[in-house]
T-cell receptor, first 116, second 121 residues
């Protein structure tokens, strides 16, 4: 049962334009969401997060939007740069006390390619 | 800072043998380490969570006798795939958490290794 889904395996964008990566989840207990970026031969690195009490979080060129009623979140990158080309994973966690801390459920990833 | 290494990066072994994968936090002490598995075009699936000095907590469906996890120190965790079979072929990735879970932030301080590609023939 895939609780976190990224339905677009890949996305291609022109440099300077906006990249929008989408993520859907099914578990209503998820209350914290994160985006990770992964370059080839490297592990995923944390990019940006959002708590379920918010609907938007912005950090420089990166903004994450959360629509709880639709169980949907998106990552906007603007303007996109060639160095943003990577695999992007969304992840979710549910707060069930100390036992669930750090336990992340990942989506399948979306390969973003930003063309110069 | 916050670098996590894995060794080996790639391993090929014969069916029936055991393989050990190491995960090290190079510049910080990791109170908790996580082991994930990723199949092609699939998401990272959490296999187990380990805390230094205690037994690992395995996710449902993960055989603890097959995937032995040892977290002997604050900088090293090992995953041993025992009696490996071709269906164990996968990409295994570890992560290390720097804080003890009291900061209220989840996932931001989880640092991932580059992964180990296991092929069982």
């Amino acid at each position: 049962d895939q609780q976190v889904k990224q339905n677009s395996p890949s996305l291609s964008v022109q440099e300077g334009r906006i990249s929008i990566l989408n993520c859907d989840y099914t578990n209503s207990m998820f209350d914290y969401f994160l985006w990770y970026k992964k370059y080839p031969a490297e592990g995923p690195t944390f990019l940006i997060s959002i708590s379920s009490i918010k609907d938007k979080n912005e950090d420089g060129r990166f903004t994450v939007f959360l629509n709880k009623s639709a169980k949907h979140l998106s990552l906007h990158i603007v303007p996109s740069q060639p160095g943003d080309s990577a695999v992007y994973f969304c992840a979710a966690s549910a707060d069930a006390g100390g036992t669930s801390y750090g336990k992340l459920t990942f989506g399948q990833g979306t390969i973003l390619t930003v063309h110069p | 800072g916050a670098v996590v290494s894995q060794h080996p990066s790639r391993v090929i072994c014969k069916s029936g043998t055991s393989v050990k994968i190491e995960c090290r936090s190079l510049d910080f002490q990791a109170t908790t380490m996580f082991w994930y598995r990723q199949f092609p075009k699939k998401s990272l699936m959490l296999m187990a969570t380990s805390n230094e000095g205690s037994k690992a907590t395995y996710e449902q469906g993960v055989e603890k006798d097959k995937f032995l996890i040892n977290h002997a120190s604050l900088t090293l965790s090992t995953l041993t795939v025992t009696s490996a079979h071709p269906e164990d072929s996968s990409f295994y990735i570890c992560s290390a958490s720097r804080d003890g879970g009291t900061s209220g932030r989840r996932g931001e301080t989880q640092y991932f290794g580059p992964g180990t590609r296991l092929l069982v023939l």
